[in-house]
């Protein structure tokens, strides 16, 4: 019998100190021996974001703890496991030397193999831990920094054919968070708001919804709901911009994988067509309603991570190093990478002047 692969995976990319242990299944799923995280968010909400140094300082108090945690929950040795795998990108940079760091040294000490990873790869692959699904498969990764359709052809090989030219989807929820005085990250506040109002109230705009092939624009909507937030004058009211403004959402969401899924219909003649949503916003269920019906509609089956493989995590980064260790895919590039596009060929759409 062959050996399973087991692997230690580490992710600090950006607010989550997250270590976790993960063993390949036969069936090309996995076993989460353990996948532990520590949130920041406590420490950012006073700031209503993100604060790269106060990340950076958590992230070097709390690794040691997560990586041993994470090793004794597992029950597995450090000699035991196969690989290291560290997130190396994209993200903040004084966020990611940490757990990069920690990752080689640990790997050099064990003598066992280091791989960087990319934290976008991981995301594109965390629903097949769970999940045995075949390539191609149509990807929407739908996070707080970054929202792209991506035709999945084999690991390593990746095919962007929209993205966001402004803000990302999970963006877009944060920032609409702060106009309604939700803390942050404003993604699964809005998504308890939004079920107590009326998602018809307010008229927001989609930007770009019948041009531009499946890119998203999201900032003309931000705008509308800073507009329409100004006239609120009733707790109803927050409640109905909130549930008008997730509706839009899925409304341009709607429409535009019914564009993306066109296009992965023209470039691929697989019988069995697998949607794949992943990213922190992929934990939103009205979302994840909206998709099943326009995949049922397009005949492709919908797939979705569990809620815990949705938002950062490191089991995502340890399977992604497993997948890359059997293919004998090493990313040697020896840094730490803020912008790291899963496509390298694909278009860099963001800033002004941008023609569409
Ligand atoms: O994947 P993730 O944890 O981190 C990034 O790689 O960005 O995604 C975080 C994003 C945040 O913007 C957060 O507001 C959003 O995912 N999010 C949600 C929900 N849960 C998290 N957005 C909408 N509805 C949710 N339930
Ligand atoms: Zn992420």
Redesign the pocket.
């Known amino acids: 019998m062959k050996k399973k692969l087991t692997f230690l995976g580490i992710e600090t990319?950006?607010d989550?100190t997250a270590a976790s242990i993960v063993r390949e299944n036969e069936d090309n799923t996995a076993d989460v021996l353990s996948n532990v995280i520590s949130s920041q968010i406590n420490e950012h909400r006073e700031f209503g974001g993100v604060v790269p140094e106060l990340a950076a300082r958590s992230h070097v108090q709390n690794i040691d703890f997560i990586v041993q945690e994470s090793l004794r929950q597992s029950k597995i040795r450090l000699e035991d496991v196969d690989g290291v795998a560290a997130t190396a990108g994209p993200g903040l940079i004084v966020c990611l030397t940490v757990g990069y760091n920690i990752g080689k040294s640990l790997a050099t000490f064990s003598e066992k193999p280091f791989l960087p990873i990319n934290?976008l790869e991981g995301?594109a692959l965390s629903p097949s831990i769970e999940n045995k699904i075949s390539f191609p498969y149509l990807l929407l990764l739908?996070?707080?920094?970054?929202s792209q359709f991506i035709i999945v052809n084999e690991i390593n090989n990746y095919k962007q054919i929209g993205t966001t030219i402004d803000d990302?989807?999970?963006?877009a929820?944060?920032k609409t968070?702060k106009i309604l005085g939700l803390e942050y990250?404003?993604?699964?506040k809005?998504?308890e708001l939004a079920k107590l109002g009326n998602k018809e109230a307010f008229k927001l705009p989609r930007p770009i919804i019948n041009r531009a092939g499946c890119h998203l624009s999201l900032a003309g909507l931000k705008t509308a709901v800073i507009r329409e937030a100004k006239k609120i004058d009733s707790e109803q009211k927050r409640y109905d911009l909130a549930a008008s403004f997730q509706n839009t959402i899925n409304e341009i969401l709607s429409k535009k994988t019914k564009v993306a899924m066109k296009e992965f219909n023209k470039n691929n003649y697989t019988r069995y067509k697998t949607f794949v949503v992943a990213?922190?916003?992929a934990?939103?269920?009205a979302?994840r309603k909206n998709l099943i019906q326009v995949s049922n509609e397009m005949n492709f089956k919908p797939v979705f991570p569990s809620k815990e493989y949705?938002?950062?995590n490191a089991a995502m980064i340890a399977w992604a190093g497993i997948k890359r260790y059997k293919k004998k895919l090493f990313n040697n590039d020896d840094s730490v990478k803020s912008r790291w596009p899963l496509d390298k060929n694909a278009p860099f759409l963001k800033g002004p002047g941008l023609k569409i």
């Open positions: 990319s950006c989550e934290h995301h739908v996070s707080g920094g970054h990302a989807v999970g963006e929820f944060d968070g990250p404003g993604g699964p809005i998504e990213g922190g916003v934990a939103n269920q979302i949705c938002g950062d």
